[in-house]
């Protein structure tokens, strides 16, 4: 048990400090509360469209891409870096981790959601 009293403590330190952040901000930060203060800031310019409108699927779509080749290149460098290191067991295990991506990428492939039309 006492291995895990630093993790403990980190724990207890960084939740005492949240809450004294939260409780200083709530004390000293302003509490002017006005219309236009309270409205969605583009850029210095009017918002053109409501910010609760409803997107199209093919944004997530794309953030689901990239986030499959995202992942898959963080994974990929480090594996080819100690690949002589890991042996069989290594290469078996990032053909299963590649074959999930690949599942992942048929799927949105099939979606539709590598078309730009």
Known sequence: ????AGLGFFIALATAMVLLLLVLATVLGPRLRFAEKQEPFECGERPV???YQRFNVKFYLVAVSFIIFDV???????WAVVFKD??????VAMLIFIFALCVGLAYEWMKGGLDWN
């Open 72 to 78: 898959e290149l963080v994974f990929l460098y480090p």
């Open 86 to 91: 890991i042996g069989w067991v290594g290469f």
């Open 49 to 51: 469209v409501s910010p």
């Open 1 to 4: 048990m006492s291995e895990y």
